[in-house]
């Protein structure tokens, strides 16, 4: 029996709490299963780690500061770099432990970057009221774009999720064939195991379903959404919002103060319900701002809208995304945040978003759009010519 290569996949996220562990590491790790013997490292509360002492291939550490998880996560590495041909790493922080550990072990690392952490703290700093957390933001910023060079020249290879961010890091000076365009994959037409009694919260009837799915972080643009939103009801009274986030107390708080409370429905769904509420729904929003946190994304719900047969209504300069809508006709494309572009749009789009989608009419679009571009064993395959080209 050939033995298998061994990767460990690090995060310092937690499979607990973070959805996109399960939907997007979880279901990767699992379609390379047959092919590499994959661990996967995550980041959990103590009272997880006892209760889950049997999961298979899971390694916990647990959640201290982020000093001592650092340092936890380096001896670990240590005392383990024997049981391990390659240490693929998600994000920025776990790369402060696996940069030092691969030059000491001298085992290849990819950093599979995901978005670019400095700008993100930025756009956080930015927000912030408070003159301490302002400073804090701010020097984060600092660090992480600071330290960003020194992961993308010691890693062995880089992974991004769009063209866009693939010409961001080149920008850095960083060789072409040390990168990896990879984008996110759609789970959501695999076969689901919905919740019993799940129930959409809507009547089914002739008027649209808009949707927003997703955190309520800054650049996810979630009051302008609302704003957008607004407006649509102004045109079309009878429009409903679903929001599917975690954060449901500060989404409803902020939804009332900006459309009426019987308009919309804040849910907090299970990671494998949500394919069910959105397919109930007609559009899905994405709006961003066009900087660069959003000019190199590649959003997850941008392939779960169009998996569950919505349209997408979406703004410019996002990824690859935006110009993806337009090429393909996969929804709307608005210009920018402004009041008078929405309400241009809405004017112009009145009769449209005043209609249910058809899922048969749309379908087919779609289907082509997605198994050319957001494909699990697509994703799986490029992840696997990865790990081939570095244990050569």
């Known amino acids: 029996m050939q033995v298998k290569e061994k990767i460990l996949y690090l995060t310092l996220e937690s499979l607990e709490k973070d959805p996109i562990i399960q939907t997007q590491v979880v279901t990767l790790t699992n379609s390379l299963n047959d092919s590499y013997d994959i661990d996967i490292l995550t980041l959990e509360n103590s009272n997880y780690i006892k209760n889950n002492t049997k999961h298979s291939n899971h390694i916990f550490l647990e959640r201290k500061s982020f000093l001592l998880i650092l340092i936890n996560l380096f001896i670990w590495l240590m005392k383990n770099s024997k049981n391990y041909d390659i240490i693929h790493v998600r994000s920025y922080s776990p790369m402060f432990a696996a940069v030092p550990f691969s030059f000491i072990k001298k085992k290849p690392i990819i950093f599979d970057m995901r978005g670019v952490m400095g700008h993100e703290f930025w756009a956080r700093a930015v927000v912030v009221s408070s003159p301490l957390q302002k400073t804090k933001y701010y020097l984060l910023s600092l660090v992480f774009r600071v330290f960003e060079n020194v992961f993308l020249r010691f890693s062995s290879r880089i992974v991004v999720v769009s063209n866009s961010f693939k010409q961001y890091v080149l920008d850095k000076g960083i060789t072409n064939k040390k990168i990896a365009v990879i984008p996110t994959f759609s789970s959501s037409k695999q076969v689901h195991n ?179 571009n957001y494909r699990l064993d697509q994703a799986s395959e490029k992840y696997r010519l990865l790990y081939q080209g570095l244990l050569k």
């Open 194 to 372: 919905y919740s019993i009694n799940i129930t959409f919260p809507f009547p089914i009837t002739n008027y649209p379903v808009f949707v927003y799915s997703g955190s309520l972080d800054i650049w996810q643009q979630f009051p302008k959404t609302l704003e957008l939103f607004n407006v649509i009801l102004n045109e079309i009274p009878n429009a409903k919002l679903l929001i599917l986030t975690l954060d449901t107390i500060n989404a409803n708080t902020i939804a009332q103060e900006v459309i009426p409370q019987h308009s919309f429905k804040v849910l907090s769904a299970k990671s494998k319900d949500v394919p069910f509420y959105l397919s109930k729904c007609d559009f899905g929003l994405l709006l961003r701002l066009p900087d660069t946190v959003n000019r190199v994304a590649a959003p997850i719900k941008f392939a779960d809208y169009l998996s569950a047969g919505l349209k997408v209504i979406i703004t410019e300069g996002i990824g690859d995304t935006s110009e993806q809508v337009k090429l393909h006709n996969l929804g709307f494309v608005l210009p920018n945040l402004s009041y008078s572009s929405f309400k241009n749009f809405v004017s112009v789009n009145r009769n449209f978003l005043n209609t249910r989608i058809e899922r048969s009419k749309n379908d087919s679009t779609i289907e082509q759009f997605l198994e050319e």
